[in-house]
C-alpha cells in the first residue's frame, strides 16, 4: 500500500456468502472449554468483536463467538501461489503532463 507501488496479486482466498452476525471465531488461537476463556482475551479478534461466549465451532472443536463478518474467513487454505508470475513480463506505459508549459509525452 502506498504511492509508487507496483503489486500482482498471486493469491486469492475466497469467503462466499457473508454477512455480518454472530458465529464461531475460525482461528484455532481462540479455542475455548468454557465462556470464561473467551473473557480473559482481548475484546477484538482478527474478524470481529469477541462476545464472551464459548460457542461450538464444530463437530468436536469450541471456539469464541464473534460479532462481525461470519463465516470468518479462513485464510490458513492451502491454496497455491501463482508460481507463474516470476515468468511475467510486464510493460508499463506511463505518461507526463506539464500543462502549464503545454508539454505532454
Given at each position: ?19 455480518q ?9 481462540f ?18 468483536l469477541?462476545t464472551?461466549r ?6 468436536t ?6 460479532r462481525?463478518w ?12 501463482m508460481l507463474?508470475a516470476?515468468?511475467f ?10 500543462p ?6
Amino acid at each position: 500500500q502506498g504511492t509508487s507501488v507496483f503489486v500482482v496479486v498471486t493469491k486469492q482466498i475466497l469467503t462466499e456468502q457473508q454477512e455480518q452476525g454472530l458465529c464461531p471465531e475460525s482461528e484455532a488461537a481462540f479455542r475455548c472449554r468454557s465462556d470464561r476463556d473467551c473473557r480473559d482475551r482481548s475484546p477484538s479478534s482478527g474478524s470481529g468483536l469477541l462476545t464472551g461466549r464459548c460457542v461450538p465451532y464444530n463437530g468436536t472443536l469450541r471456539t469464541c463467538e464473534i460479532r462481525g463478518w461470519c463465516p470468518p474467513e479462513v485464510d490458513t487454505v492451502d491454496v497455491p501461489i501463482m508460481l507463474e508470475a516470476e515468468n511475467f513480463t510486464l510493460f508499463i506505459k506511463n505518461s507526463i503532463r506539464f500543462p502549464l508549459f503545454g508539454f505532454e509525452k
